[in-house]
């Protein structure tokens, strides 16, 4: 039942998953992990389980007031977290070569994956496995108006799903007071891609180690560093060139230099884009990302307000929409790349 309701969210989500092991997959793996590690002098029987220490780091020494050990056996000959996830590393290595494992859990689970890697990163080295690269994302509590973990108002978690419909809810009717004249149908249609993609942005546009608070006017506004904003600069430089109608490439051997300070600025910016993605990825904090694309549409707006882009002259009419184009570009492939899709309209 879990694994299909996980199925529905991820659809709407936009995410696909290749490969799903669940922890019962690795139950007759665990064996091997138990055999290796003491064998090689890494565990050892205490208190009746199997454990592993490091003494390198304090809070994970057996001299520590308050011992805190790697527990990979429970006393009762029992598998537990520990056990199955260094299974799992050795599975993935060896039958995905895995170079690289992230890991994506809240906060709390810190300690349990740092000493994960020490643990693995021993294994290995004496057991001559190749080491991948592993990571451990962790994120900070999503917290209410009243600063307290977001709830609902009865005291109960909030379920994914009620927060995707309301999205798209709340998104349908500011469709609806934006544009009446619209069929319901399309209401429908851009309020889901709106509402989604709102929910999406709020999480990913926050550092993800530290709690924010959830806030659906904020969330759904078209002005501040949110999703309707966004996807409101690319749906208004698509409404330029159905009004031209003209392939942006077409222009290049018509265009002339920029000349003006918003063009330079905004030229400037687009260029950034690469450091945005690539900073995003050698931290897994799409934030970053999310900070660029709500910079570079503002670069965009003072652009688009002091630079008028129908133009008589051709050649400044042809920079000036490439310009547009190119920062259209960018805007669509910075929300793909978190998981958001753009609008032709709104």
């Known amino acids: 039942i879990s694994k299909v309701a996980f199925d529905q969210i991820f659809k709407q989500l936009g995410v ?61 000959g029992a598998s537990n977290y520990a056990s199955t996830d260094l299974a799992t590393v050795l599975y993935r290595v060896e039958t995905y070569r895995a170079q690289e494992v992230i890991y994506l859990t809240d906060s709390r689970q810190q300690d349990h994956f740092q000493q994960l890697f020490l643990t693995t990163e021993k294994w290995f080295s004496q057991k001559k496995y190749p080491l991948p690269l592993m990571r451990h994302v962790y994120w900070g509590t999503i917290l209410g108006e009243d600063k307290k973990p977001f709830k609902t108002k009865s005291g109960q978690t909030i379920r994914l799903q009620a927060l995707l419909d309301e999205a798209r ?24 891609i709106i509402g989604v993609g709102a929910l999406k ?18 969330m759904l506004s078209f ?49 950034e884009f690469i450091h945005a993605v690539e900073l995003s990825l050698n931290d897994l904090r799409p934030h970053f990302l999310c ?16 630079d008028k882009v129908m133009v008589d002259s051709s050649a400044v009419r042809a920079r000036r929409l490439l310009i547009c184009a190119r920062t259209r570009t960018v805007l669509q492939i910075g929300l793909n790349l978190l998981g958001i899709s753009t609008l032709e309209r709104m």
């Open 169 to 192: 809810e709340r998104a349908f009717q500011v469709v609806t007071q934006k544009n009446p004249a619209l069929s319901e149908s399309e209401r429908r249609r851009i309020g889901d």
């Open 16 to 76: 696909s998953v290749d490969v799903s092991l669940g922890e019962s997959f690795y139950q007759d793996k665990v064996g091997r992990i138990y055999e290796e590690l003491s064998e090689i002098g890494l565990a050892e029987e205490s208190q009746g389980a199997l454990v592993v220490w490091h003494d390198e780091v304090k809070k994970f020494s057996r001299n520590n007031e308050r011992p805190y050990p790697f527990n990979i056996r429970k006393k009762d």
């Open 291 to 306: 900070t660029y694309l709500y910079e570079l549409a503002g670069c965009y707006s003072s652009f688009y307000n002091s």
């Open 223 to 271: 002005e501040g560093n949110t999703a309707p904003y966004l996807l409101y600069a690319v749906a208004r430089i698509n409404s330029i060139f159905r009004k031209v109608n003209v392939d942006p490439e077409n222009l290049l051997s018509e265009a002339s230099p920029l000349e003006t300070a918003t063009e330079f600025a905004l030229a400037r910016k687009l260029i």
């Open 201 to 218: 942005y709020a999480d990913l546009s926050s550092n993800r180690t530290l709690d924010y608070e959830f806030n659906w006017d904020r």
